[in-house]
Nanobody, 126 residues
């Protein structure tokens, strides 16, 4: 069993930065694909970024490439999302998700992730 818990959300002005963290309980964290999704107000949940178990493979949705960086620390059971140059359209509830080692093959599909956090609100003001 894995239980992701997100932190680090908040209110920031456009152009600012935030760092989201996700700590996932359980001894299998180091073998799991981890990802961040977000759900903007009134919209469907969407993929943001994913990272393979070793940290060598990372993937991003086009709208955040060059601005967001996903990373992990397996010793701390933690995955992070550094968000720079934030825009109002980044406003959303951000969710941390944990999958299997093979989830990386379909990294942008919510259904391949078995465990989800409760989400953390990120609001970017213009």
């Amino acid at each position: 069993q894995v239980q992701p818990v997100e932190s680090g959300g908040g209110l920031v002005q456009a152009g600012g930065s935030l760092r989201l963290s996700c700590v996932a309980s359980g001894r299998t964290f180091s073998s799991r694909t981890m990802a961040w999704f977000r759900q903007p107000p009134g919209k469907e949940r969407e993929f943001v970024a994913a990272i393979g178990w070793s940290g060598d493979s990372t993937y991003y949705t086009n709208s955040v490439k060059g601005r967001f960086t996903i990373s992990r620390d397996n010793a701390k059971n933690m995955v992070s999302l550094q968000m720079n140059s934030l825009k109002p359209e980044d406003t959303a509830v951000y969710y941390c998700a944990a999958g299997s080692p093979t989830s990386i093959r379909n990294y942008d599909t919510p259904g391949v992730y078995a465990y989800w956090g409760q989400g953390t609100q990120v609001t970017v003001s213009s």
